[in-house]
């Protein structure tokens, strides 16, 4: 029983939040954030397992993102919407055919991430980097010249599934599913990477030649590797369209893959659990940063130098967010983890969880 602490603990935490978001003990804002926290999770674990664990070098993961959003939000309305007409499925199913939604969307990212699996056959670090930026940008260009969808303007109409799910229970519906699907992500996560895939992908990231010689298959590897972390991106796409309820091109631009990066190199490369711990650690400085009364505190001694400069907390925000990062790879370039797991830097606690 002691093995299963901290599981339980995470569950009852789990349930607590759900609680207390039913009965409005925690307003919107706060289940925003924590929902945010949840889609960053997925976003930092899925990225590590491409930059962390296999060594390579992409920033363009916001561009399978995009697809999950989009694929998601079309099957959505389609389902339970009205704005292609009558809703195909009665509202009734919505529960069991929503998490089917999202992993279609996700598998649909997982497929498209082949345009980023097979080039990285023959390139590496800045030559992959370069093909996955062009394939974020063309991925966007593609679903901006769509009119289907809305174009440069947009796709929403996705609100009609989350009033389909409150008509039958009224609950923190998108609250309870990103818990879940965050969950499910780092268990997929932990699940492959001590799998023989896995093996197969750290034997890639320290020697590709040497993991040939040995018998590893590694353009499969490669291939399998990219598929599961673009799938759990389109996945965490799929629930960040359903919780705004619209979905733009322009959200999955290249600053959207920016922070995921930042998370991933905050964390530690390689780290699982240091890619969840720099994901809650971002969200939290992206949320203080977004006030513009903080921004003037901290900015005080520079406007009073310059009384005409007005500093904006959008600006500035992405002003101090790559200047923690330039910190973080000058003083600790290993991350907040290295490349270890929460057990192995507190080796206590491995007696109160058992994770497999």
Excluded at 326 to 355: A, H, S, T
Aim: charged share 10%; proline share 3%.
């Amino acid at each position: 029983m002691k093995k299963y602490s901290l599981n339980m603990l995470l569950v009852v935490f789990a349930i607590g939040l759900l609680f207390a978001a039913h009965f409005n003990l925690i307003d919107g804002y706060i289940q925003i954030v924590v929902m945010t926290i949840g889609i960053n999770i997925m976003m930092s674990t899925s990225l590590n397992l491409v930059n962390g664990n296999m060594g390579e070098f992409t920033c363009g993961h916001a561009a399978f993102m995009c697809i999950g959003a989009y694929i998601s939000s079309i099957l959505s309305v389609f389902c339970f919407g009205t704005k292609f007409g009558e809703p195909l499925l009665p509202a009734a199913s919505v529960l069991i055919v929503f998490p089917i939604i999202l992993l279609i969307g996700g598998a649909v990212a997982a497929v498209s991430s082949l345009l980023v699996s097979v080039p990285s056959f023959k390139t590496r670090d800045d030559y992959l980097a370069i093909i996955s930026i062009a394939v974020n940008y063309m991925i966007i260009s593609a679903i901006e010249n769509l009119d289907f969808v809305g174009g440069s303007r947009g796709f929403q109409g996705m609100k009609d599934t989350t009033w389909a799910m409150i008509d039958i229970f009224d609950g923190p519906w998108m609250l309870f599913w990103v818990i879940n699907f965050t969950i499910f992500t780092v268990w997929v996560i932990r699940r492959f990477i001590s799998s023989t895939y896995g093996k197969g992908v750290n034997a890639i990231c320290q020697d590709e030649v040497a993991a040939e010689i040995m018998s590893v298959n590694t353009n499969k590897i490669k291939i399998i590797n990219f598929m599961v972390a673009a799938g759990l991106a389109g996945c965490a796409g799929g629930l960040y369209a359903h919780i705004i309820g619209y979905v733009n091109p322009q959200s999955f631009n290249i600053l959207k893959s920016t922070e995921a990066l930042v998370m991933v190199y905050l964390g530690g490369m390689g780290s699982l659990s240091g890619a969840v711990i720099s994901a809650i650690i971002f969200t939290g400085l992206l949320e203080v940063l977004r006030s513009q009364a903080i921004i003037d505190g901290l900015l005080s001694p520079v406007t009073f130098m310059f009384p005409d400069w007005e500093p904006s907390a959008g600006v500035i925000k992405w002003v101090m967010i790559p200047l923690m990062l330039i910190i973080v790879m000058q003083f600790r370039p290993e991350g907040i983890m290295g490349n270890r797991e929460l057990g192995d830097v507190f080796p206590k606690l491995k007696k109160f969880y058992r994770f497999k």
